[in-house]
């Protein structure tokens, strides 16, 4: 069964600090990896995807996530935080294309406060 | 991008009653809706998956007969809360796919439930 694992609760980050989320995950094939943003008392909102190629994605808001099938990790990083993207995030792992049941499996979340 | 909405947004409910919440997708045809549940500060916990015209697929431990699911066409899916109680207020996320396979997923923006 695939599996996310996201070791980091919460973290605090100065404005203008470099930011990155840990993501692991487990699942027997290559995935589909996501992560989404989730501010308070909203719905989530895609970041970036990986489905295929390049492992470096580039996302939305300035956001980028590195691919490393040998860590079995999908780490988000961003290099100078804002105000803006204190927000919840969560990783997401889905089936890849050999999938069957398609069904996405959400991490328990990272909340990022940023202080000024 | 492809926009999916939910409504109501917030709802308020006495116990013993049911609640509907529709899911709709706005710009794109959705071939699978998911339904989520979202606890305080918790990830989300997908509670079924729903193709159009076909039965939904419950998660285990969802119970199927309170938390009735309807994906009629291909651009609404309704959840509804039968005989609501206190526990089930929760946060409630919709989200929609438009192919097959583990294609992104288009996330409404939740239904917050909550019953008195």
């Known amino acids: 069964a695939q599996s996310v694992t996201q070791p980091d609760i919460h973290i605090t980050v100065s404005e203008g600090a470099s930011l990155e989320l840990r993501c692991n995950y487990s699942?027997?094939?290559?995935?589909?990896l996501f992560w989404y943003v989730q501010s308070p008392g909203q719905g989530l909102q895609l970041l970036l995807k990986?489905?295929?190629?390049?492992?470096l994605v580039q996302g939305i808001k300035g956001f980028e996530a590195e691919f490393k099938r040998s860590q079995s990790s999908f780490n988000l990083r961003k290099p100078s935080v804002h105000w803006s993207d204190a927000a919840e995030y969560f990783c997401?792992?889905?089936?890849?294309?050999?999938?069957?049941?398609?069904?996405?499996?959400f991490g328990t979340g990272t909340k990022l406060q940023v202080i000024p | 991008g492809a926009v999916v909405s939910q409504h109501p947004s917030r709802v308020i409910c006495k116990s013993g009653t049911s609640v509907k919440i529709e899911c709709r997708s706005l710009?794109?045809?959705?071939?699978?809706m998911f339904w989520y549940r979202q606890f305080p500060k918790q990830s989300l916990m997908l509670m079924a998956t729903?193709?159009?015209?076909?039965?939904?697929?419950?998660e285990q431990g969802v119970e199927k007969d309170k938390f009735l699911i309807n994906h009629a066409s291909l651009t609404l899916s309704t959840l509804t809360v039968t005989s609501a109680h206190p526990e089930d207020s929760s946060f409630y996320i919709c989200?929609?796919?438009?192919?097959?396979?583990?294609?992104?997923?288009?996330f409404g923006p939740g239904t917050r439930l909550t019953v008195l």
């Open positions: 729903s193709n159009e015209g076909s039965k939904a697929t419950y």
């Open positions: 990986y489905f295929s190629g390049d492992t």
């Open positions: 989200s929609a796919r438009q192919g097959s396979g583990g294609g992104e997923q288009f």
């Open positions: 710009d794109f045809q959705a071939t699978t």
């Open positions: 997401a792992v889905g089936p890849g294309v050999t999938g069957g049941y398609q069904k996405v499996t």
């Open positions: 699942y027997g094939a290559t995935p589909y």
